[in-house]
């Protein structure tokens, strides 16, 4: 397997002058993410605002910010940290595991062990709170205990990956409109990346009950039927797993106090298959996720509204209308849970 060069911008000079003014240091990942030492994350004060607006244009560029720390984070302070980022305040959707520290409602605890926290969560290709209209802005990922034996999280970055698909497929795509098995939230296919402004895709494979097509050259809306969507949900896939070997995704593996922040519109993330393997094959992996309010709604086009009633009858014909649970399974053979 050979890994091309990374797809992506290399760090702008200004942003990273800025950073190291403060006496901090980022360093790109290859092919995406970035690395940042010197940041205490558990002081109270926090860097500079131009110091964060700098790491947050690059999360947004790289995808995703790896916090190196030399000791491990309080709750409050990873809390606290993951509202630096777009809204700036929690938005936290999830159930809290018994085994959370505190009970604290903004952590979501997930491990390997059901003891320990909630397993199995997030196998496929995905972004955090898709059931929304406005998503979140950005996710944290604090590994509590990485496993020895490692499983950590692929990311895939949505607007290098928007660049790779074929010229047929960016025209189909950007026509077309997925709709939240749960909430029925519409979000776009193809949306502007909002502070990157790169063309990205978007698309739930574990939450997605249907995919409404704006026809070409015509008013009128359609669903995709099942065999289309399959495809769709494959190419999908496809396309981020190919960022593996040509530059746009990472199988990133947690160094012990490690704090993940991602760019929740400009990554796409889900759990490498060797993170769910029981604990007896690859030691005990805890982690704590937090998750922050969108800034704007991911709104759809075409005149859609921002939500449809996903568990009543479809408003656009025949096609695949599949309200609750994981939604459309577009691989029998694929595990899927949120
Ligand atoms: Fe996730």
């Given at each position: 397997m050979t890994t091309h060069a990374s797809t992506l911008p290399p760090l702008d000079t200004s942003r990273v002058a800025t950073i190291e003014k403060f006496g901090a240091k980022i360093t790109p990942l290859d092919p995406v993410g970035a690395e940042v030492e010197g940041i205490d994350l558990s002081s109270e004060e926090g860097p500079p605002v131009e110091v964060v607006e700098a790491l947050e244009r690059e999360m947004a560029e790289r995808g995703f910010l790896v916090f190196r720390n030399d000791q491990q984070l309080e709750v409050d302070d990873f809390l606290r940290v993951s509202r630096w980022w777009g809204g700036k305040e929690l938005h936290s959707t999830h159930g809290v595991h018994p085994a959370t520290p505190g009970g604290n409602p903004h952590i979501f605890r997930l491990s390997n062990d059901s003891r320990h926290g909630i397993p199995g969560v997030g196998p496929q290709w995905h972004n955090d709170g898709s059931f929304n209209t406005s998503t979140f802005s950005h996710a944290g990922y604090h590994i509590i205990r990485p496993p020895e034996k490692g499983g950590g999280t692929y990311f895939a970055h949505q607007g290098a990956a928007y660049d790779a698909l074929p010229e047929d497929r960016k025209e189909f795509w950007s026509r077309l409109s997925s709709v939240n098995s749960g909430s029925g939230v519409v979000h776009p296919l193809v949306h502007v990346h909002p502070v990157s402004g790169r063309r990205s895709i978007w698309l739930h494979l574990g939450m997605t009950g249907a995919v409404i097509e704006k026809l070409p050259n015509e008013a009128g809306f359609r669903l995709l039927n099942a065999d289309e969507l399959r495809q769709l949900c494959r190419e999908y896939n496809d396309i981020l797993n190919a960022g593996l070997d040509n530059g746009y995704a990472i199988a990133f593996e947690y160094q012990e106090n490690d704090c993940v922040f991602i760019d929740n519109l400009a990554v796409a993330h889900r759990a490498a298959p060797?993170?769910?393997?029981p604990v007896e094959e690859q030691g005990l992996r805890i982690m704590h996720r937090s998750t922050v309010r969108g800034v704007q709604d991911l709104a759809p086009g075409?005149?859609?509204?921002?939500?449809?009633?996903?568990?009543?009858?479809?408003?656009?014909?025949?096609?695949v209308w599949h309200g609750g649970g994981?939604?459309?399974?577009?691989?029998?053979r694929a595990r899927m849970q949120n």
């Open positions: 060797e993170a769910h393997l075409f005149g859609l509204p921002l939500q449809l009633n996903i568990r009543g009858a479809s408003p656009f014909g025949d096609g994981v939604g459309f399974r577009w691989d029998d």
